[in-house]
């Protein structure tokens, strides 16, 4: 069974610093493109980074360019996102999720999901 789990969110002040973990089981990452999103209370998901499968290309949502930072452990068949510089805007629950082989922008098109972790950014 395909499984995502998120880890690593929490509550920083505005500048911190904070690395989620998206761990996957019953299937190699290698073969998948990993994307990030999130959804802030009462708003649409939005894609923030994504990584193609093997690690081929990385693509970032224009307002976390600089300032996040997505990586692959094959070893551990987890998928990390560095996340830097954060603002309050970055507030919301954070997703991975797993496609074959190429990233997408659209949220629709990503087959299996994790449950999510919550960041908030506040002083």
């Known amino acids: 069974q395909l499984q995502l789990v998120e880890s690593g969110g929490g509550l920083v002040q505005p500048g911190g610093s904070l690395r989620l973990s998206c761990a996957a089981s019953?299937?190699?990452?290698?073969?998948?493109?990993i994307g990030w999103f999130r959804q802030a209370s009462g708003k649409e998901r939005e894609g923030v980074s994504c990584?193609?499968?093997?690690?081929?290309?990385?693509h970032y949502a224009d307002s976390v360019k600089g300032r996040f930072t997505i990586s692959r452990d094959n070893a551990k068949n987890t998928v990390y996102l560095q996340m830097n510089s954060l603002k309050p805007e970055d507030t919301a629950v954070y997703f991975c999720?797993?496609?074959?082989?190429?990233?997408?922008?659209?949220?629709?098109?990503?087959?299996?999901w994790g449950q999510g972790t919550q960041v908030t950014v506040s002083s």
């Open positions: 999720a797993v496609r074959r082989r190429w990233c997408s922008r659209l949220a629709n098109e990503y087959d299996t």
């Open positions: 019953g299937f190699s990452l290698d073969y998948y493109a």
């Open positions: 990584s193609s499968f093997s690690g081929v290309s990385a």
